[in-house]
């Protein structure tokens, strides 16, 4: 006896991600990433994989240890690993930050997953505008 899985429907392979234009001048804020659960180890690979290429590849992730569920020290993604690291900074409760090495820093602010869509656009579109 064989079980066949059903594809996931696909709003949910698409990756919520908003990314701000390249300019000359620093943000705080590069972006927007609203994520389907508060599960990390499922959606920071699919987080990863739908970044631009010339980000390089990501080595650390900081994210905000209140809103995900468990953050281990680090994991293996695409067969590289990704330190993780958690922190309960007050100035960033909705941010994650992704490093590579020569290649830069660049800080997300997360949608929390239970966000509906009429408030998430809104954040979404700010941030990738530089207006939050």
């Known amino acids: 006896m064989t079980t066949a ?3 996931p429907p696909p709003s949910q ?6 990314l701000a234009s390249h300019g000359g001048m620093p943000r705080p804020i590069d972006g ?3 994520p389907r659960s508060h599960d990390l180890l499922a959606e920071l690979p699919r987080l990863l994989a739908g970044l631009p290429r010339a980000w390089g590849h990501i080595t650390s992730v900081t994210v905000n ?3 995900w569920s468990a953050v281990p020290g680090r994991m ?8 993780l690291r958690r922190t309960v900074a007050a100035s960033a409760p909705h941010t994650i930050v992704l490093l590579a090495p020569g290649r830069g820093r660049w800080d997300l602010l997360v949608v929390p997953p239970d966000t509906t869509e009429e408030a ?3 954040l979404m579109a700010a941030a990738a505008s530089g207006h939050v």
Do not use: D
Not at 13 to 18: A, P, Q
């Open 5 to 7: 899985l059903q594809p």
């Open 32 to 34: 927007a990433w609203w």
């Open 120 to 122: 998430a656009e809104p």
């Open 13 to 18: 392979s698409l990756l919520r991600l908003r």
């Open 65 to 67: 240890g209140a809103a």
């Open 76 to 83: 293996l993604v695409f067969n590289q690993v990704v330190r």
